[in-house]
């Protein structure tokens, strides 16, 4: 077995057993931890397709951002563990069937490989140069319009917090 | 296992660069304590640690002994797991950092294999450390939660609240250095620094046209003392109101984890201020033939450091003091020689001016703690928010004008 494979073995053993830990563990702190591990697993994956900025970027925002505004807020609200409740008849019939049906279609579209697709604009994403010439120059629209999609996400976090007092 | 080694050289030669580099690292922790604890005494008019050694200085040796066989107790109700994982966590993303931090340009050989001094060479090392330093809340945040007790609670949310703050003004004021340089590879970024203005005046950052980083050296110091939660930002450990912070909880070998990881988290900080503000490696003289005996500073420095330890221990009170010391200076006065030598005076250049400048930060570090008071915690805030964030986004903007100003 070469090192890389090795490595995505472990790395994807590490993903999976967080996701499964995440929906399983009973403390909301344990759950925020296990998604920390999945974010930093993933980054590793992203790391061995050569995408080092993606997979820093994974690092900085999931887990260095976002999930420590999870854990703080955790902490603040100082959450204790979670009771379990039964399936819900809602969660029974269309839930896990939807679910089971998500995972087959993922299965086979992973199953059928990506060997034949070319990276968009037909420039390789990994390098942070040819990256950002796809996003500034080939994608700017797209680009632009996320970042007044997240401003207009922050202002709403403002208007919102403001009401309560 | 020699093949395995010999079909992976980089690996073989990784691991006798992290085994040299940890050992070197816990050296310089040991005695990193030492330095401020003989800084901060003599700024106070005292002598700190002066009994165990000539001046105190198995003073860490004794210290690291005394906290490994301390007794260790786990306070009740905690949660097990992430009280144990914390300081693991805070000295493993502490000394992570140090990996793809560059010491010298120069090249020396392991099984005939050239590598740098420097374990890994990154093209996003920048982008790597900033990376790693966003965890590093964790181990304090998780520290303070999972030790079941109010005080490292509230420190553990100052900590988070505080790094979280800061990191935005921090990762911001860099940009500027990466905007001149255009890359986030960590030996690039140095060896865009080399040259000089009218002969005599560095090309490094702090100063360089088109944009001197002086505003963005500023916010990324300041920053930087408050991501380390060092004095006068040691909110989250402020003993007059929370015992200790998020270590209170925390005996033994847990607690000088999170010790070791402070410090490493200082050497790191200070490190990349030198490499992207400082030039890194780089000599403040010209190498120009006039400038030649320059070369011979890392020689200079160390013998008058021998002569001083030798000249002070012929005179020390104790007799082991008066046989240690000079010792010592004649191990020193050996380095000096070595420093001179042909083959040498080239090579250790790069890491002599690297360290030099990386340990006036830290004496900066020591000497901050040693005058400074603590800030208030809505003065904090408000410093990092209103005033830091602020001038480093002033910063960016300045600093892209005037690349595309200049770059036409």
Known sequence: ?165 | MSDFLAQHPVLATSIIKVVVLMALMLTSFAYLTWFERKVVAHIQSRWGPYRVGPHGLLQPLADGLKLLFKEDPTPGGVDKLIYFLAPFLALALALSAIAVIPFGPGQFEIFGRATGLQIADLNIGLLFLFAITSLGVYGVALGGWASNSKYPLLGGLRSSAQMISYELSMTMSVVGVVLISGTFNLREIIAQQQGYWLGFIPRWNLVSPPMPQLLGFLVYFISAIAETNRVPFDLPEAETELVAGFHTEYASFKFSMFFMAEYFNMITVSCLATLLFFGGWLSPFPSSSVMAWTLYIPTAVLAACALMLFLDGLRYTTKSGRIVLPVLAIVVAGLAVICALPGAVEFVQGPFWFLLKVFLFLFFYVWLRGTLPRFRYDQLMSFGWKLLLPVSIANVILTSGMVLVTRR
């Open chain 1, 1 to 165: 077995m070469s090192a890389q494979l090795i490595v995505f073995f472990v790395l994807a053993a590490v993903a999976v057993l967080g996701a499964v830990s995440l929906i399983v563990a009973r403390h909301p702190i344990r759950s925020a931890l296990s998604l920390i591990a999945v974010m930093v697993a993933l980054a590793g994956l992203y790391l061995l397709q050569g995408a080092e900025l993606v997979a820093v970027i994974q690092i900085i925002v999931y887990a260095g951002a976002i999930m420590v505004l999870f854990v703080f807020v955790i902490m603040l609200l100082n959450a204790g563990e979670e009771e379990r409740t039964n399936l819900s008849r809602m969660a029974r019939y269309v839930g896990l069937p939807l679910g089971f049906f998500l995972m087959l279609q993922l299965a086979w579209w992973v199953g059928r490989g990506t060997s034949g697709m070319a990276p968009a604009g037909g420039i390789s994403p990994a390098l942070t140069k040819n990256l950002s010439t796809l996003l500034f120059r080939n994608f700017a629209l797209p680009f632009e319009l996320t970042s007044i999609l997240i401003l207009v996400a922050i202002l709403g976090a403002v208007v919102l917090a403001k009401r309560e007092r």
